[in-house]
Every structure is written in C-alpha cells, then in structure tokens.
C-alpha cells in the first residue's frame, strides 16, 4: 500500500518523526505540507499527517491543508501531533476537523520532544533531549506497526481540564497568531543573510536595508529565530539569553526545502 506523510514542521521535530516512521513503512514519501489556498488531490492509500502543536492546538496550515484535501473515500488517515508535553485537546480537534470533512482519523498519536518555544525557554538539558529522542523512536516503532495493522484507536489526548482550559486559550489566541511576528527584532550581529527570509514557511518575512521585515502572516513556527546563524533575531525581551534549538539530524537546507514547496 502506498503511504504518504504530509510534514509541517518549523525546527525540524516534525520532519525527523516523519523520517523515523518511514522507516518502518512500505512504499513511504516523505512531502512537505503546502499552504493551500485551493483543492489539493492526493491518491495514497494511507496519508499520515505529522505537525507541532501550536499554542494547543491545530496550526492553520494544517487547518488548510485538511479544508483543501481532495482523496479517495476508503484512505486511511493518521496523524502524529508533536509537543513539548502538552498536546491537550488538538488531536480531538483534528479528529472533529476531519469528520466535517468526511474522513476519518483512525489513528491519532502525541509525541513529546524537546521544545522550540524560545519565548518559554530553551529546549533544555541536552540529556534531556536525547532521552526524549530515545522515547520517541520506540513509540514511532509501535505507531508503524498499528498503522500497518490498519488499526483504528481513539486518538491520545490531555487530562479533561487541560483540554477546556487550553482550547479556551487557543480560541482566543487564534486569531492572534499572523499579528505575533509584531515581537520579533534583529540586533547588532544580524550581517544580513537572507537565511530567515529564506526559511520562511509562510513568505512572512521581507528584506529592507539588508534586515528582516515581518509582515504580519506569522504561523509561529520559529523558523526565523531558531535557523538564524548570528542568533541576531530575538523575540520580545528573554530570547537573548536563550539557547537556540533544530532537531541535530535536520538540516537548513531540509528546511529550505519545505519553504520552496510552499
């Protein structure tokens, strides 16, 4: 059966977890999400969707990317919801999303890894990271074996309060997110480069006197500040002090290739 998994990623997590499952799939691509604005025909038998959680919840690509999809009645659909420990309600919401559209979410996974929330902080100790890493590849290992079963679960999920309170925020935070790039500035070691307008996802970023311009279509991906090699992109006041974070086995030119499919 032919699989394809469908990545959003802005640090690399999501795409190193697409690459660990193929591993253990049968005739498995690897594509990057585009951000439709029009119907999209996909034919796979299976379609797997691996994305972070944003802000708890559903980023709009993925939204999009749901909306927009065009397949065969019978594709087996799961999906993989990366986080740094919190996926509360989001794959409930892909699951209702996805019903309103008429397919069915027959699996639905959350995966912890190290954080790219550099506004909350680092991505922590890298012992930390490895064992997140190590976690993360054997539960990989017991998704593909479930999906190759052609099993159907309930999808995971946060405890009941954590799902009311942080879908609350979520819906209030929504709207807000294209407006949230207002928090990012460069400083002194920005050289000009080009790397964050150039690993945009979104095409969110402009060049103006050899410095980046955000322009208000922000994902929060963290794209810009993390791939950044002068770490001269900041956002708000703490990002100074922190440490930058991608996944160690994804590189800026994986990243730039998502933008370019774009």
Same mark, same amino acid.
């Given at each position: 059966m032919k699989t394809e998994l469908f990545v959003y990623t802005g640090t690399g997590n999501s795409l190193w977890i697409a690459r660990q499952l193929a591993v253990g799939l049968e005739d498995?691509?690897? +594509?990057?999400?585009p951000f439709l604005s029009g119907e999209f025909e996909v034919n796979a038998d299976r379609i797997g969707i691996i994305f972070p959680v944003h802000i708890w919840g559903l980023p709009r690509r993925v939204i999009r990317f749901i !909306?927009? &999809?065009?397949? +065969? *009645?019978?594709? #087996?659909?799961?999906?993989?919801?990366?986080?740094?420990?919190?996926?509360?309600a989001t794959l409930?919401? &892909?699951q209702k999303l996805m019903s309103a559209q008429k397919k069915q979410l027959s699996l639905g996974y959350s995966i912890s890894l190290p954080s790219n929330y550099i506004p909350w902080g680092g991505p922590g100790p890298v012992d930390t990271q490895q064992r997140l890493f190590k976690n993360a590849q054997d539960k990989v290992k017991s998704i593909a074996h479930a999906i190759l079963r052609g099993e159907r679960q309930k999808v995971d999920?946060? *405890? &009941?309060?954590?799902?009311?309170?942080?879908?609350r925020i979520y819906k209030m935070s929504f709207r807000q997110v294209p407006k949230m790039d207002k928090k990012f500035w460069t400083d002194d070691k920005? !050289?000009?480069?080009?790397?964050?307008? +150039?690993?945009c996802p979104a095409e969110n970023i402009e060049m103006k006197n050899? +410095? *980046?311009?955000? &322009?208000?279509?922000?994902?929060?991906c963290l794209a810009c500040i993390q791939w950044c090699p002068q770490e001269a992109i900041q956002y708000g006041k703490?990002?100074?002090? #922190?440490?930058?974070?991608?996944?160690p086995e994804v590189t800026l030119q994986n990243m730039l290739e998502q933008a370019n499919a774009s």
């Open positions: 498995t691509a690897i +594509k990057f999400m !909306n927009h &999809l065009k397949t +065969k *009645p019978e594709t #087996y659909f799961f999906a993989v919801a990366v986080n740094a420990g919190q996926v509360a409930l919401q &892909l999920r946060g *405890p &009941l309060w954590q799902n009311i309170l942080f879908s920005c !050289n000009g480069c080009e790397i964050c307008f +150039k690993v050899e +410095k *980046p311009s955000w &322009l208000h279509q922000c994902e929060q703490k990002t100074v002090k #922190y440490r930058r974070y991608h996944h």
